[in-house]
């Protein structure tokens, strides 16, 4: 079974300007969490979808968006970037609603000059 | 709100030694706790997860303890080996319908193991 796959792995923006990342759930698996990691905060959970609906959200202003397709594909969209934006961004899948293991992909890495 | 604290931060040790890998949470209504590791600049793995009600997971060299009323888990790694050199993640999933695929991260111990 293909693991979760995330494009692209690398973007390199500068200020003001949006970007979109993808994420592929691994086949059959319905949720998908995205995540920040930073040198300074770690990893900080950003939202989850379920379904195409977004079941959570953290503590993220409003210019960090999500949805997810029929398909169970993600993407999340990051407006008016600012350079402390520039991250490694991950997501996850997960096969049910709640206790089921997350399986992570290799991230996109961020950079906002 | 969770917290989740790993201790050590950094681990340096000698191959073939066997180490323990601390982690404690504040709030001990979870539904799962899992171990991950993340090499440099890539995503991360799963390594074991625990359900709440467990108390242990096992696979290969490692064992992964927890003990929900104290709010702690532990990773035990057997015969170290240079390919163990990671950082290692331990996570949490709160109980609630306002967890949602969310887990706690804590800020992780870097492992290295030189031969």
């Known amino acids: 079974k293909a693991g979760v796959t995330q494009t692209p792995r690398y973007l390199i923006k500068t200020r003001g300007q949006q970007v979109t990342l993808s994420c592929s759930p691994i086949?059959?698996?319905?949720?998908v969490s995205w995540y920040q990691q930073t040198p300074g905060q770690g990893l900080q959970f950003l939202f989850e979808?379920?379904?195409?609906?977004?079941?959570n959200k953290g503590n993220f202003p409003g210019r960090f968006s999500g949805r997810q397709f029929s398909n169970s594909r993600s993407e999340m969209n990051v407006s008016t970037l600012e350079l402390g934006d520039s991250a490694l961004y991950l997501c996850?899948?997960?096969?049910?609603?709640?206790?089921?293991?997350?399986?992570f992909g290799p991230g996109t890495r961020l950079t906002v000059l | 709100k969770q917290e989740v604290t790993q201790i050590p931060a950094a681990l340096s040790v000698p191959e073939g030694e066997n180490l323990v890998l601390n982690c404690s949470f504040t709030?001990?209504?979870?539904?799962?706790l899992q171990w991950f590791r993340q090499d440099p600049g890539k995503g991360l793995t799963s390594l074991l997860l625990?359900?709440?009600?467990?108390r242990e997971q096992t696979s290969g060299r490692l064992n992964a303890s927890l003990d929900k009323s104290s709010g702690r888990s532990t990773l035990y790694i057997a015969a170290s080996q240079p390919g163990d050199s990671a950082t290692y993640l331990c996570?949490?999933?709160?109980?609630?319908?306002?967890?949602?695929?969310?887990?706690?991260f804590g800020q992780g111990t870097i492992l290295t193991v030189h031969p």
């Open positions: 996850a899948s997960s096969s049910l609603a709640i206790v089921n293991e997350q399986f």
């Open positions: 086949s059959g698996h319905r949720s």
């Open positions: 979808y379920f379904s195409e609906t977004q079941r």
């Open positions: 709030d001990s209504a979870i539904y799962n």
């Open positions: 625990i359900q709440s009600s467990q």
């Open positions: 996570a949490v999933m709160d109980a609630g319908g306002t967890s949602y695929g969310k887990l706690t």
